[in-house]
């Protein structure tokens, strides 16, 4: 088949529960998903865009113990904070390798949300796959919820896959 | 590859500006997406779930100018009606049949929202595909839109097909 491969953007991100490099339950199922139901045996045809957003208050938040005393100190925390990210993305493209199926990965610090939205408009992916916690009405007050912010405004047709149930965690927002 | 192909369910519906047997522009868009851009060679690793659903005030719309004067009146005008909807699953069946891939269509009456996220429950397809006539919020308040509902309230992913602008007639609520 000679046509171009379908381009699918996946978001993907770290635990909040473990953090670096391990990647969130739902952005992991969101991973799986597109292999096993859409992807399939036909690795030739598709290609996985990986997407890691980096949230910079929230990898600011592991260092409020840390020290700082000269600009380089600060250099050294953006650098760790970037290998942490690559170690995540590695996960996804050694799944990819392992199956044969075409990837591209990359980091961008930001809102997930305003990040995704403006990577789809920069890249143009056929569809984008977004994880969700299946979060409840009382928790997307205070968490929010970056797959419905997607739905809305990506310019791409999305894709929500939420966790089951036997894999969430007892608190939903932990992921 | 032995394991079951992944069942895609796509709602379809008729043109309401040409009314049966043509499909809508969204709907004719969204089922020829998941075959350009999921399915692909790939036929035998999936299976199609057409559901149409015939809503029944639209229906009876057209037959304002009838004159009923008996029972069977009233059981011809169901049947005409059905065999409008056998006819627009036959479209869809047969570019199935002609590409190889295999499907199920069928028929439900009622309010479309209701019925696609009650067929999701009762089949549980992989996922669910809809097109969207992409209204604008002014048009939303008047005209409603299935694929938002389902989107919220359909127990599968689902994934939303919008129109391309060209492919928009001039009021884009006729579809």
């Known amino acids: 088949m000679a046509s171009e491969p379908t381009r699918v953007m996946v978001a993907v991100n770290e635990s909040t529960i473990k953090g670096y490099p391990h990647a969130s339950i739902s952005s992991k199922k969101a991973f799986e998903w597109t292999l096993k139901k859409i992807v399939r045996s036909n ?3 598709f ?3 990986l997407l890691h957003t980096q949230v ?4 600011g938040f592991d ?6 005393a000269s ?7 953006r650098e760790r904070n ?3 990210g690559l170690h995540l993305l590695e996960f996804f493209v050694n799944k990819c390798h392992e199956i044969g199926v075409g ?4 980091i961008r610090k930001g809102d997930p949300t305003e990040v995704i939205c403006h990577e789809v408009r920069r890249v143009r992916p056929d ?8 979060l409840g009405p009382f928790q997307k007050v205070f968490v929010g919820t970056v797959s419905e912010f997607c739905v809305k405004h990506a310019e791409c047709p999305v894709i929500v896959i939420k966790r089951s149930a036997e894999e969430s965690p007892q608190d939903p927002a932990d992921d």
């Open 63 to 68: 260092d409020v113990d840390s020290i700082y």
């Open 71 to 77: 600009p380089d100190d600060f250099r050294h925390m």
């Open 82 to 84: 970037k290998a942490k």
């Open 103 to 106: 990837c591209e990965a990359w």
């Open 56 to 59: 910079q208050d929230q990898d």
């Open 47 to 49: 290609k996985l865009l």
């Open 43 to 45: 690795t030739s045809d």
């Open 127 to 134: 569809f984008l796959v977004v994880g969700s916690r299946g």
